[in-house]
């Protein structure tokens, strides 16, 4: 029976943060070009297709989350042509190619908010999301920027305040206007035009906000320490029922091109709310909801066996799922769990049913790099400093190889944009792929075997549990009658196997059993059984 299932289904995408991954003309920011020289990295790792952030024109307020045009290349990243290339060269390699694609707003400095704020009477004024001031000349409520401080900033020009989720600089578009819906969806159909292969769409829960501007209620469990932000439960900012119709509308367009180009969004939610991002009958919404759950599940068997379990249960009829451990947003793997569980997570996470999303820099254990106060380049840390919020120790360049200057990042000569980890001589691509204990070694053996084996890329999933520190499931592929199981030990005490296990396929410690009898601290298996 030949298979169905779609490259997106079947295959593992590897998020590239393009300032951090390579750099080709020596001012210390990675690049395009530079992605294209390390495409054979990814081909020899096995991933399937790399997701690059974004390189469109900004300000970088945000760090290219500010787009200030939709259509182009910032020159820091290269050119259009750069971007031509570089398709084109992953194409040739069985690559496919992933944009991140931004809706939720743009920089101040788009011409289109340009023109919104350059009068009340302009044609672009409704573009964006303009209110008049509060009785006593303040904000028009409560609600708050997710990188702290009000999500209003007053505009002494035209005396009203634009509403911004994210930074003053990243203004929310008003998605309720169709010349506004309309324009993105040809953002769309530019970049499909071109020949990418999907998009993951940023920020989509923030799409849409209170049309009755209604006040959001206080979080009675806010305390200092944690984000400003979450003062408020953000019910009127936030997962707006409006939102579904235009992730619909995203669907339309790409389901409109050929070669199942593939949509993912991005809206950290609990699952039952994640689940309407699939969409309903005669809307098909996101092929995945990018599902975080992992990032915030306790490690320990009996909660991960529980977030698997509810999360396959609660998934809508031809629902594909999909797994996350790690983004240019959260701290790194190996510093949230250490290296040892970084190697079991490893295996988690390419063993589960479902897409995986690797992070760059995971496949060689890549930790959060310290960031000294005055090298601080997040504008989240900037503005609630002292709360561990900030993003730059999960965005430091990537180290290729001890022989070469600067890790091979960069030149000789160039201040790289963020530190390289002070590891960078022993942890780095070059040497790992010379060890075969690496975690480039298991990160490579695990896709081989999830590429050989199709219980692992597209079976199903069975007898999920969790106790004393042991994860174990199955995978199971009907036209083959192929049986695997996992075996996880997430703590640190030795787990006897009561009926041996099966046959070993694979083990996350370099040397394994044959036949095991027991699963050793933080090992992980693959068995045939």
């Known amino acids: 029976m030949p298979d169905t299932h779609a490259w997106w289904q079947r295959g593992v995408i590897y998020q590239v943060y393009p300032r951090s991954f390579q750099d080709s003309d020596g001012d210390g920011v990675g690049d395009l070009p530079g992605i294209l020289t390390r495409l054979d990295h990814l081909v020899a790792l096995g991933v399937d297709a790399v997701w690059i952030s974004p390189f469109y024109p900004s300000p970088m307020a945000d760090f290219g989350y500010d787009v200030a045009d939709h259509r182009g290349v910032d020159p820091v990243f290269g050119t259009l042509a750069d971007f031509d290339r570089l398709l084109a060269a992953a194409h040739a390699r069985g690559l496919r190619v992933i944009l991140d694609y931004v809706p939720n707003h743009t920089s101040d400095c788009h011409p289109w908010f340009q023109e919104s704020r350059a009068s009340r009477r302009n044609p672009k004024r409704d573009w964006y999301i303009w209110r008049d001031p509060a009785p006593d000349g303040g904000p028009p409520n409560n609600w708050l920027s997710e990188f702290g401080g009000p999500a209003w900033t007053l505009d002494p020009t035209t005396g009203q305040y634009w509403y911004h989720a994210y930074l003053p600089q990243q203004p929310d578009l008003n998605w309720r206007n169709p010349a506004v819906r309309e324009a993105m969806l040809d953002v769309l159909r530019f970049w499909l035009d071109r020949g990418v292969d999907g998009f993951r769409v940023d920020a989509i829960h923030h799409l849409f906000e209170d049309e009755r501007l209604r006040a959001n209620p206080p979080n009675l469990d806010w305390r200092p320490g944690l984000s400003p932000a979450r003062r408020v439960i953000r019910a009127h900012t936030m997962d707006q029922p409006e939102v579904q119709e235009v992730v619909a509308a995203m669907r339309r367009v790409t389901d409109s091109y050929p070669g199942n180009r593939a949509l993912i969004g991005e809206a950290y939610l609990p699952i039952e709310r994640l689940m309407a991002y699939y969409g309903a009958d005669g809307a098909p919404g996101f092929h995945l909801p990018f599902n975080f759950h992992l990032l915030s599940t306790p490690w320990e068997a009996e909660a991960v066996a529980d977030l698997i379990r509810r999360y396959e249960a609660a998934l809508p009829p031809g629902g594909w799922p999909n797994w996350v451990l790690g983004n240019h947003d959260r701290a790194r793997l190996a510093s949230r769990l250490g290296q040892a569980q970084a190697r079991v997570a490893a295996m988690l996470l390419l063993t589960l049913r479902g897409t995986p999303t690797i992070y760059q820099g995971e496949e060689i254990g890549m930790e959060d790099v310290p960031i000294p106060p005055d090298s601080v380049q997040d504008p989240w840390e900037r503005r609630v400093p ?68 199709p219980a692992l890329s597209v079976g199903a999933i069975a007898a999920v549990a969790g106790e004393g520190g042991m994860l174990c499931y199955e995978r199971l592929h009907a036209p083959t009658g192929r049986r695997l199981r996992i075996l996880l030990n997430l703590g640190l005490e030795t787990q006897r196997l009561e009926d041996g296990g099966g046959r070993v396929l694979l083990s996350t410690l370099p040397v394994a059993e044959t036949n095991p009898r027991w699963l050793r601290s933080a090992e992980g298996l693959v068995l045939v059984v």
């Not at 790289?416 to 690496?438: E, F, I």
């Open 386 to 453: 002292g709360l561990g919020l900030g993003r730059d120790p999960a965005r430091t360049p990537m180290p290729w190889d001890a022989a070469a200057p600067q890790a091979g990042f960069t030149a000789a000569a160039a201040l790289p944009w963020l530190p390289l980890g002070p590891d960078w001589t022993t942890r780095n691509v070059a040497a790992q792929q010379r060890d075969p204990g690496s975690m480039f070694a298991l990160y490579r053996a695990l896709l081989a075997l999830r590429r050989a084996e």
